[in-house]
């Protein structure tokens, strides 16, 4: 029997189409981006109002460093003034940071301000897990390589060295902008994750839209293989 009408727990969102928001509203890219941050905070704000325990987003994949120079450093800088800005909120509201890829080969004085940020919302309720410097091909190749030194590799010792090994199973998984590909986010994770791609821009992405992903994502039959 499937499972239907059961709640998620873990939904990640691919943040995709600030570039295009900009170039809809004759702004360069970079206004996009900060927009798309402020998106970010208005949906963390609004987490209180959802029976969520973890919230995933793409942040900054292994693959956005190919982006041209400026965009990268611009986007840098957004993320530096975001951790400066609504660190203490986080705290406030109980809500625990989590950072999933290679996140300590960033710039030092970013992954000493990660470090400070994940020590002070380690006690928070719910998580938000931030994808940065992420590409799951290569957080899967890491997680063998660590399950094969400490024994025989199974799909149970390889999973508990993935970047998300304390986070729920992952139940949904949105993209914005109408683009229908996972972009190497959370292969492993998103096996039997439920699928929603929105044709919303991310800086226009509301609590609302989530909202509305969640009620489809009720009304769907998991049937993880069975019948």
Same mark, same amino acid.
């Given at each position: 029997?499937?499972?239907?009408?059961?709640?998620?727990?873990?939904?990640?969102?691919?943040?995709?189409?600030?570039?295009?928001?900009?170039?809809?509203?004759?702004?360069?890219?970079? +206004?996009?981006?900060?927009?798309?941050?402020?998106?970010?905070?208005?949906?963390?704000?609004?987490?209180?109002?959802?029976?969520?325990?973890?919230?995933?987003?793409?942040?900054?994949?292994?693959?956005?460093?190919?982006?041209?120079?400026?965009?990268?450093?611009?986007?840098?800088?957004?993320?530096?003034?975001?951790?400066?800005?609504?660190?203490?909120?986080?705290?406030?509201?109980?809500?625990?940071?989590?950072?999933?890829?290679?996140?300590?080969?960033?710039?030092?004085?970013?992954?000493?301000?990660?470090?400070?940020?994940?020590?002070?919302?380690?006690?928070?309720?719910?998580?938000? +897990?931030?994808?940065?410097?992420?590409?799951?091909?290569?957080?899967?190749?890491?997680? +063998?390589?660590?399950?094969?030194? +400490?024994?025989?590799?199974?799909?149970?010792?390889?999973?508990?060295?993935?970047?998300?090994?304390?986070?729920?199973?992952?139940?949904?998984?949105?993209?914005?902008?109408?683009?229908?590909?996972?972009?190497?986010?959370?292969?492993?994770?998103?096996?039997?994750?439920?699928?929603?791609?929105?044709?919303?821009?991310?800086?226009?992405?509301?609590?609302?839209?989530?909202?509305?992903?969640?009620?489809?994502?009720?009304?769907?039959?998991?049937?993880?293989?069975?019948?």
């Amino acid at each position: 029997m499937g499972v239907e009408g059961s709640r998620a727990r873990h939904v990640a969102i691919i943040m995709d189409g600030n570039g295009r928001w900009a170039k809809r509203h004759r702004l360069p890219r970079a +206004a996009g981006h900060r927009r798309g941050v402020e998106a970010v905070r208005k949906l963390v704000r609004s987490l209180r109002g959802f029976d969520l325990e973890c919230l995933t987003l793409y942040a900054f994949s292994s693959e956005n460093w190919k982006r041209p120079v400026d965009e990268v450093d611009d986007l840098m800088t957004l993320m530096r003034r975001f951790i400066r800005s609504d660190l203490q909120e986080f705290v406030d509201n109980g809500v625990r940071l989590k950072i999933v890829g290679d996140w300590r080969a960033l710039a030092p004085d970013i992954v000493a301000m990660l470090d400070d940020a994940l020590e002070r919302t380690r006690h928070g309720e719910r998580t938000l +897990a931030v994808g940065l410097n992420y590409g799951a091909q290569q957080e899967i190749v890491r997680a +063998a390589r660590a399950a094969a030194a +400490a024994g025989p590799i199974t799909t149970e010792t390889l999973e508990a060295h993935l970047d998300t090994a304390d986070l729920p199973p992952l139940d949904l998984m949105i993209r914005t902008s109408g683009e229908m590909r996972l972009s190497n986010f959370l292969l492993w994770q998103a096996a039997y994750a439920e699928l929603v791609f929105v044709d919303t821009l991310w800086p226009d992405f509301t609590a609302d839209m989530l909202a509305a992903a969640l009620d489809d994502f009720e009304r769907r039959e998991r049937r993880f293989g069975g019948r």
